[in-house]
């Protein structure tokens, strides 16, 4: 009674900090913009199991690609040994979920040597960060700050899986002989370990009991860590995947407030009844401009770098990193959110994600190539956000670089992005002959 008090005591304390994050998560999405909208589900619930369940884009380059997909399919089918534990803990038993039987033994079975597999891969990771320079690991948006970051998660997901096992192989070595065999199908791994490994019998039942609190409270610990760090893609990619931006790539939207304006001017009819006030803002010039999209796109962004890593502009020594883009609006939104969810903001001044964040030399740098967005593992898309921001330096400062100005003039003067008049269009024709009329 004491273990199942202790343990409702410990998932109160710590459900409690992860509710306050959830709402304050909750609050920052609420502060941007919905202009995006949802349709579609079937075709987007085939691009989740694609893209996000069977990792194909993770696995472009298949060694990494292989280990980032078992430590993936590993969390996901260990998450049910955890809801079970959850329960065992508030229960006082142990296999609460026996009821579901040979459902229950697949899923702790396979998560028993998936522990495994996931320990190897993470030591994989982390020889790789600490003992090799990985070049799309670096650039002036990872600071040491995300080094160190990334390196702990990973070093709590191995003392994780080793807890695991470690449960696993002490729960064995409680069985009597004649529930060996038994065990021997639940736990593949952990069972063949306790027979090989000389282990005390004898010492199993405080272990076994290590184990078990070492790691309930490590999931208990990182599920409070997560949302703060970059491991939270563990949580958000598959829902970003889900609402992945489905029109072609290359085809940039329309503002709705110009179509409004234009179809006001053309067809006045198609907009009777529109909401016709003008917008506080055109574009993006801050995290409240952006849409609620864009923000859970910086959230599932892994700083994995291989937008980055694809980047025209980025390879031939331009400023612009597509990774800092989406870096610098999750970093952005944690300064921002505090003033503007308590209401004790002060005027944000001269404070924004533009310029202050992401420099407009870094925006004009975006070929709009969309190789970033073609490559990223979880569908983000950054072309949209850069031209959203393009879009507010244009329409309201009028500050686009001097080539592109002398465009815009010739296509209000000329209708064209030509320094000639239209009615010029076809003077190269003359002489020749072709009929210009
Ligand atoms: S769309 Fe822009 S940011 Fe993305 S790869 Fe091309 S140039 Fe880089
Ligand atoms: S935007 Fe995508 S590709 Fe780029 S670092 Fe983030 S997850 Fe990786």
């Excluded at 078990?212 to 829902?239: Q, R």
Aim: hydrophobic share 45%; proline share 4%; aromatic share 10%.
């Amino acid at each position: 009674m004491s273990k199942q008090l202790a343990f409702a005591l410990i998932l109160l304390l710590s459900l409690i900090p992860l509710a306050l994050t959830t709402v304050r998560l909750a609050r920052c999405f609420r502060m941007t913009q919905g202009r995006y909208r949802i349709s579609e589900h079937f075709r987007r619930l085939v691009i989740m199991g694609r893209v996000a369940i069977a990792q194909s884009r993770i696995f472009r380059r298949p060694v990494t690609g292989l280990f980032h997909a078992l430590v993936f399919w590993g969390f996901c089918i260990i998450l049910f040994g955890t809801v079970e534990m959850t329960i065992d803990g508030l229960s006082g038993r142990h296999g609460s979920l026996s009821g579901l039987g040979f459902i229950r033994t697949l899923f702790i079975a396979s998560a028993d040597i998936f522990a495994v597999l996931v320990s190897i891969s993470i030591i994989f990771f982390l020889v790789r960060r600490l003992f090799h320079r990985i070049k799309r690991f670096e650039g002036i948006e990872m600071k040491h700050n995300s080094h160190i970051d990334a390196n702990i998660a990973l070093g709590l997901i191995l003392i994780l899986m080793i807890s695991l096992n470690g449960m696993n192989v002490f729960h064995v070595l409680q069985q009597d002989e004649n529930g060996m065999a038994g065990m021997l199908a639940l736990y593949p791994f952990s069972a063949r370990f306790a027979i090989h490994a000389g282990l005390q019998q004898a010492a199993s039942p405080a272990c076994y009991e290590f184990f078990w609190w070492l790691h309930i409270l490590l999931i208990l610990l990182f599920a409070n860590i997560l949302p703060y760090s970059k491991h939270f893609h563990v949580f958000m990619s598959v829902p970003n995947v889900y609402l992945s931006r489905l029109e072609p790539l290359g085809k940039l939207s329309h503002m709705d407030s110009i179509t409004r304006e234009v179809n006001l001017m053309l067809n006045p009819e198609t907009v009777a009844g529109q909401d016709m006030s003008t917008p506080s803002r055109f574009g993006v010039k801050d995290v409240e401009d952006i849409s609620w999209k864009n923000y859970l796109d910086s959230l599932a962004c892994t700083e994995c770098g291989r937008c980055t890593s694809v980047c025209p502009a980025s390879i031939t020594g331009k400023m612009l990193s597509p990774r800092k883009i989406l870096m610098d609006v999750r970093a952005r939104m944690k300064e921002r959110a505090p003033g503007l969810l308590t209401g004790r903001e002060k005027a944000p001044g001269d404070h924004f994600l533009l310029r202050n964040f992401i420099s407009e030399e870094e925006l004009w740098a975006c070929t709009t190539c969309n190789a970033c967005a073609r490559e990223c593992p979880v569908n983000i898309n950054h072309p949209t956000l850069i031209v959203d921001m393009r879009r507010y330096l244009v329409l309201e400062e009028g500050a686009a670089p001097g080539g592109i100005k002398t465009m815009f003039a010739c296509i209000e003067n000329n209708g064209a992005p030509w320094q000639f008049s239209n009615e010029d269009r076809m003077l190269w024709a003359q002489g020749l002959e072709i009929n210009t009329n």
